[in-house]
């Protein structure tokens, strides 16, 4: 595969970078994940907002324009020929001797891969996810989509060691989100019910784009922290992110939601998320 690294596109085994990184040092670096459609980037303009907000609440600059960076994302796509999958990009501070303090000259380092894989057909979407609650140990400014993901990846592996699909993570017996997508569940009469934004959690595009077309269908929508116990008894639930869009759920802590079978609120909204995502796609 080709990558991007700082202007150049190279075969991935020759892409390289400093030592002396900030992103390898000290996690000092944002990124994006967009999903790829038919060879085409789902939601851009959402990415590339959530993209400037961490940016500059970590006072790091753009590397290059927004259209630049459409550019790169394209031409990644067309060498790799993804017609479906991912592109990553990732943003650090750039090289600096190692000091807690941020360089002031450093230049920022712009990395992007992509990924081809089906995003469309999910097996784990088919059947439903089976999740197990962890608590949450994340840092306090969840809302910014830093590449510090030791806990996310920690809390997967607690799941997968379970033999479940991912973790709901719990802070204060509340639901804040799984450990790569926002949380939902419906409530006994339709209600569908996710956190609120705030630090605690990342401010999914794809939640952005679902609560949109929720509130279009004038279907029942809370934003609100919702408890275990809550979930539990929940009709059904479901998660989103870029590349899972929206992900039934039919378990929780070994208690299965209504029949177990992924449910009519997530099955519906998938579809329709496919549907503006492939109609949208640019
Ligand atoms: N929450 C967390 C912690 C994530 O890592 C992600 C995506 O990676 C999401 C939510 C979903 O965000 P998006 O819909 O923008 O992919």
Not at 50 to 56: G, I, P, V
Not at 152 to 170: C, E, F, N, T
Request: with cysteine.
């Amino acid at each position: 595969r080709t990558v991007y690294v700082n202007g150049d596109y190279v075969p991935e085994r020759e892409a390289k970078i400093s030592v002396f990184d900030r992103g390898f040092l000290f996690a000092d670096g944002v990124y994006e994940v967009t999903s790829v459609l038919n060879g085409k980037l789902v939601d851009f303009a959402g990415h590339m907002r959530r993209l400037r907000r961490s940016l500059d609440e970590l006072q790091m600059r753009m590397p290059c324009s927004e259209e630049e960076l459409l550019q790169i994302h394209r031409k990644l796509v067309e060498v790799n020929a993804v017609a479906e999958g991912l592109v990553y990009m990732q943003i650090t501070r750039g090289a600096a001797d190692r000091d807690f303090t941020y360089p002031e000259s450093a230049t920022p380092t712009l990395v992007l891969f992509t990924q081809a894989r089906p995003v469309i057909a999910s097996p784990v979407a088919e059947r439903g996810a089976r999740v197990v609650t962890v608590e949450d140990l994340r840092w306090g400014r969840r809302d910014i989509k830093t590449v510090q993901l030791l806990y996310p990846s920690m809390a997967k592996m607690i799941a997968k060691g379970q033999g479940v699909d991912d973790a709901w993570l719990v802070q204060d017996g509340k639901i804040t989100e799984g450990t790569s997508n926002n949380t939902y569940i419906v409530t006994a009469d339709g209600t569908i019910v996710t956190r609120d934004l705030s630090h605690d959690i990342l401010p999914g595009i794809t939640r952005a784009a679902v609560l949109n077309c929720v509130r279009e269908l004038q279907m029942k929508v809370e934003e609100r922290a919702f408890s275990v116990e809550e979930a539990l008894s929940a009709r059904e639930a479901f998660s989103t992110s870029a590349t899972g869009f929206v992900c039934p759920v039919v378990e929780i802590d070994g208690t299965v939601l209504g029949d177990g079978k992924p449910g009519p609120v997530a099955r519906r909204l998938r579809q329709i998320y496919i549907e503006e995502s492939l109609k949208s796609a640019i």
